[in-house]
């Protein structure tokens, strides 16, 4: 079984910085993409980015680009995601996510596209 494994998260100000790692152990399996969601109190899991590795494509949800920047190594099943210019909306429980098949079309902002995730690491960032 895969697991997924996050670091990184923490308590910032507003206007700070966090990078966040995600790694895959145990086991083995087809990494088409990694990506990044996040929770809020209250609130469904959101979208926040993905890399599919073929190609390097990139994807991010509009409130974070320009500010997230999502990178990774696919031989490593690694993952990053630098936070810069942090508010206090990025607040919430940040998922990774890994997809272990291809999907034609796929809709990186749907977690049905996904098939493995982690248990999550907090971010808080303090106004």
């Known amino acids: 079984q895969v697991q997924l494994v996050e670091s990184g998260g923490g308590l910032v100000q507003a206007g700070g910085s966090l990078r966040l790692s995600c790694t895959a152990s145990?086991?083995?399996?087809?990494?088409?993409?990694m990506g990044w969601f996040r929770q809020a109190p209250g609130l469904e899991r959101e979208f926040v980015a993905a890399?599919?590795?073929?190609?390097?494509?990139?994807s991010y949800t509009d409130s974070v680009k320009g500010r997230f920047t999502i990178s990774g190594d696919n031989a490593k099943n690694l993952v990053f995601l630098q936070m810069n210019s942090l508010k206090s909306e990025d607040t919430a429980v940040y998922y990774c996510?890994?997809?272990?098949?291809?999907?034609?079309?796929?809709?990186?902002?749907?977690?049905?596209?996904?098939?493995?995730w982690g248990q999550g690491t907090q971010v808080t960032v303090s106004s």
């Open positions: 145990r086991g083995t399996f087809a990494n088409v993409a």
């Open positions: 890399i599919q590795w073929s190609g390097s494509k990139t």
């Open positions: 996510a890994a997809r272990g098949r291809f999907i034609i079309a796929a809709r990186d902002d749907r977690p049905s596209s996904w098939d493995f």
